[in-house]
């Protein structure tokens, strides 16, 4: 298969309880910002969104599959994967 057509590969993962439709490729940090979600609240309940995009801020951590504190950054969608922000 050639890169081009990877990359046009869609497929639904659920965010937030709702399905979103994301192309092959696409880190669950752009998944969370095109669906509109945020990343996380801060203790102090300030939005957070991701920063750095390498795995070091921490800034995207979200639940994957009931997995608490994932970095969303480093981590590709998969079908049928679970995602939640809130």
């Not at 659920?14 to 752009?30: D, F, H």
């Not at 991701?50 to 921490?58: A, D, H, S, W």
């Not at 800034?59 to 480093?74: G, P, S």
């Amino acid at each position: 298969m050639h890169h081009e057509q990877v990359m046009d590969t869609c497929f639904s993962i659920t965010m937030n309880g709702k399905s979103l439709q994301v192309r092959a490729g696409t880190t669950v940090a752009v998944a969370i910002v095109q669906s509109g979600s945020l990343s996380r609240h801060s203790v102090l309940g300030e939005p957070r969104q991701p920063l750095c995009g390498m795995g070091i801020c921490y800034e995207c951590r979200a639940q994957i599959d009931d997995l608490l504190h994932q970095k969303t950054c480093q981590i590709l969608c998969r079908p049928g994967m679970k995602v939640a922000t809130e």
